[in-house]
């Protein structure tokens, strides 16, 4: 059975009419979207169609396929672009049919198309140059491609306009069987010439770098070029500002029947660590911090296997699909990881996390963490924490343009305190913590959020 991989960046008007035609092949078993923060409604339309999404650590295109790959659970996969509307109706079958008779490890594209500017100037020159074995290939930088997951998963992707050709070159270089297929007339968007110069030098930095010695490889032709934004960015979407009213949900012990770290150390092997270091940091961004340096080494697989084993409340979906049709935003703030409620924010169909933004390279943890700004106390802050949800609450506010006292806060924790007493309606959930019930409107006693439609129904 194949894959289908798909990584997005704002292709809301595209994903759902391609995930539509590769579910129709009988091979698919699975389709994973990754996504890459986008902007748009790319997550809930691919969502909508059935497909598995997650959102990708890093960004940059290269970093989504090496946690597509990650996520995939068959052997042959196939990758395609967001953004075509034009593939044969055999796309799946077209692309996998080398590996699944085993003529090939790796599939690459032909196709026909309006436009071709980097790779007849910039590719096909500097690949008759320094790897003229592969001159044949009439598309080297399609993004269409098919393999086998065995080989896939051994490649160090590019992060950015250079993974389709360093990923040529490298499965090359490893002797791999590499079949071409001619899928016939592709259309996508035309590039604005400045994203064909960026295009341009990323591709000329991974051909030239591979055809270097080694010694030189981790010179000046391998650093990458990054576009940086902001968590906050990511999570507010213009087409939502319209709305007048926001749930916020904590995740550990209230989406989630658990909690992440607690999980994680279990699962992972670092409980006595976890344990010293809470009991021994009074400061909330210390032991963030230190907690941070235990993921060390794990990779985002890893990470959200451990997330999974971890139940959500029964009827959180279909809570949060009502509050949605009755003109909520929904989103979650957590002192855990964004790889996670980024993960748990797709499951529900929700429209932003902020949470601690864990550092990933190759898709593998690196102990560093960043504590994003709007954590932390402001002149504007109303309690004296230097780290505390509460401070998120109050920029969500100015940006959706939603009056604090019509935002809902949902917690089960001293964490929540403040978030839960800042905002209109300050909920506590299933909690046994005593001044949290205290400073809440409402109290909900059952592990369920039942009770929370029927509390805002009435407002």
């Known amino acids: 059975m194949v894959t289908v991989i798909i990584p997005a960046l704002n292709e809301a008007e595209t994903i759902s009419a391609v995930i539509r035609l590769v579910k129709r092949s009988p091979t698919?078993?699975?389709?994973?979207?990754?996504?890459?923060?986008?902007?748009?409604?790319?997550?809930?339309?691919?969502?909508?169609?059935?497909?598995?999404?997650?959102?990708?650590?890093?960004?940059?295109?290269?970093?989504?396929?090496?946690?597509?790959?990650?996520?995939?659970?068959?052997?042959?996969?196939?990758?395609?672009?967001?953004?075509?509307?034009?593939?044969?109706?055999?796309?799946?079958?077209?692309?996998?049919?080398?590996?699944?008779?085993?003529?090939?490890?790796?599939?690459?594209?032909?196709?026909?198309r309006q436009a071709g500017r980097v790779t007849e100037l910039v590719a096909k020159p500097l690949l008759r140059l320094l790897f003229p074995e592969l001159a044949r290939f009439s598309q080297p930088l399609s993004g269409m491609v098919a393999g086998k997951k065995s080989l896939m998963q051994s490649l160090e992707l590019e992060n950015d306009y250079g993974v389709d050709i360093g990923m040529l070159i490298d499965i090359h270089l490893k002797g791999a069987r590499i079949a071409e297929v001619n899928i016939g007339y592709i259309e996508n968007r035309m590039q604005s010439w400045e994203q064909l110069s960026k295009m341009s030098l990323?591709?000329?930095?991974?051909?030239?770098?591979?055809?270097?010695?080694?010694?030189?490889?981790?010179?000046?032709?391998?650093?990458?070029?990054?576009?940086?934004?902001?968590?906050?960015?990511?999570?507010?979407?213009?087409?939502?500002?319209?709305?007048?009213?926001?749930?916020?949900?904590d995740m550990d012990n209230t989406l989630l029947k658990g909690s992440f770290i607690t999980t994680a150390s279990q699962m992972l092997g670092f409980e006595e660590e976890l344990i010293n270091i809470v009991t021994h940091n009074?400061?909330?961004?210390?032991?963030?911090?230190?907690?941070?340096?235990?993921?060390?080494?794990?990779?985002?697989?890893?990470?959200?296997?451990?997330?999974?084993?971890?139940?959500?409340?029964?009827?959180?979906?279909?809570?949060?699909?009502?509050?949605?049709?009755?003109?909520?935003?929904?989103?979650?703030?957590?002192?855990?990881?964004?790889?996670?409620?980024?993960?748990?924010?797709?499951?529900?169909?929700?429209?932003?996390?902020?949470?601690?933004?864990?550092?990933?390279?190759?898709?593998?943890?690196?102990?560093?963490?960043?504590?994003?700004?709007?954590?932390?106390?402001?002149?504007?802050?109303?309690?004296?924490?230097?780290?505390?949800?509460?401070?998120?609450?109050?920029?969500?506010?100015?940006?959706?343009?939603?009056?604090?006292?019509?935002?809902?806060?949902?917690?089960?924790?001293?964490?929540?305190?403040?978030m839960v007493r800042e905002c209109g309606t300050g909920i506590s959930f299933y909690s046994q913590n005593k001044y949290l019930n205290l400073v809440a409107d409402h109290l909900i006693t059952v592990r369920s959020f039942s009770p929370l439609l029927e509390i805002l129904g009435g407002k």
């Not at 748009?40 to 960004?59: C, H, K, P």
């Not at 995939?72 to 672009?81: I, K, Q, V």
């Not at 991974?206 to 650093?223: F, N």
């Open 28 to 112: 698919v078993s699975e389709v994973i979207v990754v996504d890459d923060k986008s902007h748009d409604n790319t997550v809930s339309f691919a969502r909508d169609e059935g497909a598995t999404v997650y959102t990708s650590t890093t960004l940059g295109k290269g970093a989504s396929m090496r946690e597509g790959i990650l996520f995939a659970r068959n052997e042959y996969l196939l990758f395609l672009d967001a953004d075509i509307t034009t593939y044969p109706a055999d796309i799946v079958e077209l692309m996998t049919a080398p590996l699944v008779n085993d003529t090939a490890d790796f599939v690459k594209s032909v196709f026909t």
């Open 202 to 249: 990323e591709v000329s930095r991974a051909i030239i770098s591979r055809g270097e010695p080694l010694q030189k490889r981790e010179g000046d032709t391998l650093r990458k070029v990054s576009a940086l934004t902001t968590q906050m960015e990511y999570a507010l979407r213009e087409n939502r500002k319209g709305l007048s009213r926001m749930v916020i949900f």
């Open 282 to 418: 009074d400061t909330a961004i210390m032991r963030t911090k230190l907690i941070a340096t235990l993921m060390k080494g794990h990779s985002v697989k890893e990470v959200l296997d451990v997330a999974e084993t971890i139940p959500l409340v029964e009827d959180a979906l279909d809570v949060v699909t009502e509050l949605k049709k009755n003109g909520f935003i929904c989103g979650i703030i957590s002192d855990s990881y964004d790889v996670v409620t980024n993960h748990i924010k797709n499951k529900l169909g929700m429209d932003f996390s902020v949470a601690n933004e864990l550092e990933f390279s190759r898709s593998v943890a690196t102990g560093e963490v960043k504590i994003p700004s709007y954590f932390l106390r402001t002149k504007q802050s109303k309690c004296s924490h230097e780290y505390c949800k509460s401070n998120v609450i109050r920029q969500l506010s100015a940006s959706y343009g939603i009056d604090i006292s019509n935002i809902t806060a949902i917690g089960d924790s001293d964490n929540d305190i403040c």
